[in-house]
């Protein structure tokens, strides 16, 4: 028996064209780029594993990722979590798994829609912010930035409370954060996969990407390939991203980590879509993360994974789904 897998992608290219074609070698599996049309509400997955790269980005994609976990399709990442997840809840985890973060406070909203009458609708919020023990607890310089936001979208280095409050005034309709700025003496993203398997990079977040030019790019390492000669940090990140994923969930992922007098503080660790183009990770990392997702991939696969099985939703009879042309 042929088991499926589907790949959803965006602009990248070098990814899922390799991923692909190596899945394809693989005895009994079927890979391809996933086609998707009118979704019945009575709905069998025609695929065993989706691999997700670009929901956050098309609605449609996330609406069909959780029809078809309901229809019995393994997602990578499972949509009903990255659908509910945010930045701040992540900080408020590691914290709890023992993961050194930043002190991090979240802030109300600065505006809201027209529908919201500020008398009436937001008595709950504490009016005026205590500025000063927040300010007290962060200390300057601070980041701020949106509770669930990425990619260095409305992203400000705050060092003054003057250059705090015209940030925050500027911030609309954003839930956003306060951060403590790690002056960091080098920084680290680890592509992780499957929850264990990760690989740690060297990274620079100010320097221009090579293909979008947005902030943020790898550094090619060839003396050590991106392993640092500290093992206990080598294996702090390894162990620190391992404890994210795992309470987290997800099975593709990314944690960047900014090293400061030998700590690694976690500082995104919510990427369930990371940057795997060989542009941007570079030999020999590429070709190690593709062959660790077609792994990963390949096992969910004969396994016969679900997503539902994670939830009470898992429990519920199968239905005959419906084939278009017949009506029942």
Same mark, same amino acid.
């Given at each position: 028996?042929?088991?499926?897998?589907?790949?959803?992608?965006?602009?990248?290219?070098?990814?899922? @064209? @390799?991923?692909?074609?190596?899945?394809?070698?693989?005895?009994?599996?079927?890979?391809?780029?996933? +086609?998707?049309?009118?979704?019945?509400?009575?709905?069998?997955?025609?695929?065993?594993?989706?691999?997700?790269?670009?929901?956050?980005?098309?609605?449609?994609?996330? &609406?069909?990722?959780?029809?078809?976990?309901?229809?019995?399709?393994?997602?990578?990442?499972?949509?009903?979590?990255?659908? @509910? *997840?945010?930045?701040? &809840?992540?900080?408020?985890?590691?914290?709890?798994?023992?993961? @050194?973060?930043?002190?991090?406070?979240?802030?109300?909203? +600065?505006?809201?829609?027209?529908?919201?009458?500020?008398?009436?609708?937001?008595?709950?919020?504490?009016?005026?912010?205590?500025? /000063?023990?927040? $300010?007290?607890?962060?200390? &300057?310089?601070?980041?701020?930035?949106?509770?669930?936001?990425?990619?260095?979208?409305?992203?400000?280095?705050?060092?003054?409370?003057?250059?705090?409050? +015209?940030?925050?005034?500027?911030?609309?309709?954003? !839930?956003?954060?306060?951060?403590?700025?790690?002056?960091?003496?080098?920084?680290?993203?680890?592509?992780?996969?499957?929850?264990?398997?990760?690989?740690?990079?060297?990274?620079?977040?100010?320097?221009?990407?090579?293909?979008?030019?947005?902030?943020?790019?790898?550094?090619?390492?060839?003396? *050590?390939?991106?392993?640092?000669?500290?093992?206990?940090?080598?294996?702090?990140?390894?162990?620190?991203?391992?404890?994210?994923?795992?309470?987290?969930?997800?099975?593709?992922?990314?944690? /960047?980590?900014?090293?400061?007098?030998?700590?690694?503080?976690? $500082?995104?660790?919510?990427?369930?879509?990371? *940057?795997?183009? $060989?542009?941007?990770?570079?030999?020999?990392?590429?070709?190690?993360?593709?062959?660790?997702? !077609?792994?990963?991939?390949?096992?969910?696969?004969?396994?016969?994974?679900?997503? $539902?099985?994670?939830?009470?939703?898992? +429990?519920?009879?199968? !239905? /005959?789904?419906?084939? &278009?042309?017949?009506?029942?």
């Amino acid at each position: 028996m042929t088991e499926k897998i589907g790949v959803l992608v965006g602009w990248e290219q070098t990814f899922p @064209a @390799a991923f692909i074609e190596r899945c394809n070698r693989v005895p009994g599996i079927t890979a391809e780029l996933a +086609k998707l049309g009118g979704t019945p509400e009575r709905f069998s997955s025609p695929y065993r594993v989706l691999v997700d790269r670009i929901s956050q980005e098309v609605k449609h994609y996330r &609406f069909y990722l959780k029809a078809a976990a309901l229809g019995g399709a393994c997602v990578i990442n499972d949509p009903f979590w990255w659908s @509910a *997840d945010d930045k701040f &809840f992540g900080y408020s985890l590691a914290a709890r798994l023992g993961v @050194a973060v930043p002190r991090t406070v979240m802030l109300p909203q +600065k505006e809201y829609i027209p529908a919201i009458d500020k008398q009436r609708s937001l008595r709950n919020l504490e009016f005026p912010l205590n500025w /000063e023990s927040i $300010i007290n607890y962060i200390g &300057f310089p601070a980041i701020l930035k949106p509770a669930d936001g990425g990619g260095w979208k409305d992203v400000t280095v705050v060092r003054t409370p003057g250059e705090l409050l +015209k940030a925050y005034d500027a911030s609309g309709l954003n !839930v956003m954060t306060l951060q403590e700025f790690i002056d960091f003496e080098d920084y680290a993203r680890c592509i992780c996969v499957g929850r264990e398997r990760i690989l740690p990079i060297q990274y620079d977040p100010k320097r221009p990407h090579p293909i979008t030019g947005l902030r943020g790019a790898y550094i090619h390492n060839p003396q *050590d390939g991106g392993r640092w000669t500290d093992k206990g940090l080598h294996e702090r990140m390894i162990n620190d991203s391992i404890k994210l994923n795992q309470a987290l969930g997800y099975d593709m992922n990314s944690v /960047e980590f900014a090293i400061k007098d030998g700590v690694p503080y976690a $500082i995104d660790f919510t990427n369930p879509a990371p *940057d795997m183009d $060989i542009k941007s990770i570079l030999e020999p990392h590429f070709h190690v993360v593709v062959d660790w997702m !077609v792994d990963f991939a390949v096992k969910c696969a004969k396994e016969g994974r679900k997503t $539902i099985d994670r939830y009470p939703l898992g +429990k519920l009879e199968e !239905v /005959e789904p419906v084939r &278009f042309g017949e009506r029942g």
